[in-house]
Nanobody
Framework: QVQLVESGGGLVQAGGSLRLSCTASGRTFSSYTMGWFRQAPGKEREFLAGISWIGGSQEYADSVKGRFTISRDNTKNMVYLQMNSLNPEDTAVYYC???????????????????WGPGIQVTVSS
């Protein structure tokens, strides 16, 4: 079992930045790929970014490539999502996620993840 908790969300003006953090507990964090997703009202959950277990490779959705950066600190059991150039279309609940099994490739769909945080609201005003 693993527990995930997001933090760092809130209200920001268009063009601004936020950094989301996800704290993981319950197992050997450094052995697992991690991902960030979001879900806006009336829309499906959307993959944003994923990072390999050692942190050497990242995957991004086209909608956030060049604006968002995923990183991790295995010494702190933390994964981050730096979000720049935010716009109102980025308004959503943001989730971090972890797969069921260690190692493996970075997952880019929600079906590849077993554990989810409760989510945190990000609101971008125009």
């Amino acid at each position: 079992q693993v527990q995930l908790v997001e933090s760092g969300g809130g209200l920001v003006q268009a063009g601004g930045s936020l950094r989301l953090s996800c704290t993981a507990s319950g197992r050997t964090f450094s052995s697992y790929t991690m991902g960030w997703f979001r879900q806006a009202p009336g829309k499906e959950r959307e993959f944003l970014a994923g990072i390999s277990w050692i942190g050497g490779s990242q995957e991004y959705a086209d909608s956030v490539k060049g604006r968002f950066t995923i990183s991790r600190d295995n010494t702190k059991n933390m994964v981050y999502l730096q979000m720049n150039s935010l716009n109102p279309e980025d308004t959503a609940v943001y989730y971090c996620a972890a797969p069921k099994r260690p190692y493996g490739s970075t997952k880019t769909t929600s079906s590849g993840y077993e554990y989810w945080g409760p989510g945190i609201q990000v609101t971008v005003s125009s």
